[in-house]
């Protein structure tokens, strides 16, 4: 049973916060006695996190959000603040992955997955800071991937996606290090959860669905050297707890690669 109580007294938002990693993020920081608005564009994958959270959910409150939309980011994050009465913590876990040969995917397609993953994460940012700039220990943790790093056949959207947020975290920290708030990332990798797997309850946090006829030869390097498999969501959960919490008051402008040595 976790006994840490890091976040007892802090103010956290997590979008993609109905499913997956999002999800065990949320129930993370609420079990530690955060007190926590989970923002998701699922109303089914936000009564699921309630379910989930038991006991923990009298401090949660959920926010139906679409990442993508900049009228629904502005709202919801002034609608956070306000229930939270502040802001400390920031988690952008939402996102989409897409698959598809390169030569045949639509200009649609490719923008769809930088408007929600780079350009939302941005719009969440970008309302967040007033009240981060106002918060105890601000910090902001963005969801990079080992995509943005390492090669993933079949997801160039997704890997531009993510490098641009990687890039953007070591910018914002540059910015922002001396009014005091911290950025980092983490980038997942062999990491079972709704994103991975096709089963995410998020719109937002869909699978990545693989062409049919997939060269899985590609696939050869991506195995976890740790052998015990994909890792669950709250691997990465645990990390993204740390990196927020007054134990990675150190640590900013960098990020984390949680992946069981996938990529050595």
Do not use: C
């Amino acid at each position: 049973m976790n006994q840490l109580t890091r976040y007892e007294g802090r103010r956290a938002l997590v979008t993609g916060g109905g499913s997956g990693i999002g999800q065990a993020t949320v129930l993370r920081m609420l079990a530690e006695g955060g007190t926590v608005v989970a923002a998701d564009i699922s109303e089914d994958g936000l009564k699921d996190t309630v379910a989930k959270a038991g006991a923990d959910a009298a401090r949660l409150t959920t926010l139906v959000v679409n990442i993508a939309d900049e009228t629904s980011v502005r709202e919801g994050v002034a609608a956070a603040v306000a229930t939270l009465g502040g802001l400390d913590v920031l988690v952008n876990a939402a996102g989409i992955l897409r698959s598809s040969h390169t030569h045949e995917t639509s200009l649609d397609a490719f923008e769809q997955v930088v408007r929600i993953n780079l350009t939302g994460t941005f719009l969440v940012i970008r309302e967040a800071i007033p009240a981060l700039l106002e918060g105890e220990g601000a910090a902001v943790v963005n969801f990079s991937s080992t995509s943005a790093t390492f090669a993933h056949p079949y997801m160039a959207a997704y890997a531009a996606s993510k490098g641009g947020i990687q890039s953007m975290t070591h910018a914002l920290a540059a910015e922002y290090a001396k009014q005091g708030i911290r950025f980092t990332a983490v980038q997942p990798g062999s990491i079972s959860s709704g994103m991975t797997d096709g089963s995410g309850a998020s719109k937002q946090s869909a699978g990545p669905g693989l062409p049919e006829d997939t060269d899985w030869s590609l696939f050869a390097k991506l195995a976890p050297a740790l052998g015990q498999g994909f890792a669950g969501p709250e691997t990465v959960a645990g990390v993204v707890a740390m990196l927020a919490s007054e134990d990675g008051r150190f640590i900013t402008g960098t990020e984390v690669r949680i992946d069981g040595g996938t990529h050595f």
